[in-house]
């Protein structure tokens, strides 16, 4: 009878021992599992970002392109014909595609900042929000310029307009309010 306690009371030890040891394996299996997925969506992250500056880079490029071409054109004399070359480029330069492929792009990469920046102020018009999205990638008025398809000047225009439709304090920067959202 001793000895049954004995050994009962051995295996029901084994037996908490080997628990013990599968649910570590378990939770070291599950930690694995989690680091993983981690630096799988942080890849994709990373991924989604850098798609997100070609594109970017790519429409600011265009844009360049064309307003060159468009200050070549218009020095060249030839009426009629010249005019509707100009209209096709300015059609071109204001294209809403270049803008709905970006947008698109940008929520993939930053999920739902569009959203939450119209929750905080409703009053942003579309090309309120379109600033506010470049603002949110960093870029200067120089590279916003272009994408907008008007001056840097015109650019802090419509900084100081868009600070003020916030009704953000003088001395906080919309540049950093837009990044720390």
């Known amino acids: 009878m001793v000895y049954k306690r004995y050994y009962k009371k051995q295996r029901e ?16 299996n ?8 981690n630096d799988k969506l942080r890849e994709d992250i990373e991924a989604k970002n850098r798609e997100l ?8 490029k265009k844009n360049e392109f064309l307003n060159s071409l468009k200050k070549e054109l218009t020095s060249v004399e030839d009426g009629k014909a010249l005019k509707h070359v100009i209209k096709i480029i300015d059609k071109n330069i204001n294209n809403t595609d270049d803008w709905n492929l970006f ?12 959203k939450k920046i119209k929750q905080l102020h409703p009053s942003l018009t579309a090309n309120d929000l379109r600033l506010c999205a470049y603002l949110r990638l960093n870029l200067s008025s120089k590279e916003i310029a272009p994408l907008l398809n008007i001056s840097p000047r015109s650019v802090e225009v419509k900084r100081y307009r868009l600070r003020k439709k916030m009704e953000l304090a003088h001395e906080t920067s919309l540049t950093n309010y837009i990044l720390e959202l």
């Not at 030890?13 to 070291?28: I, P, V």
């Not at 947008?103 to 569009?114: C, I, T």
């Open 103 to 114: 947008q698109e792009a940008f929520n993939n990469a930053d999920k739902d900042f569009l």
């Open 53 to 60: 500056g070609m594109s970017t880079m790519n429409l600011i």
């Open 13 to 28: 030890r084994l037996l908490r021992k080997k628990t013990r040891e599968f649910e570590l394996k378990e939770l070291e």
């Open 30 to 37: 599950n930690q694995k599992l989690m680091r993983f997925k």
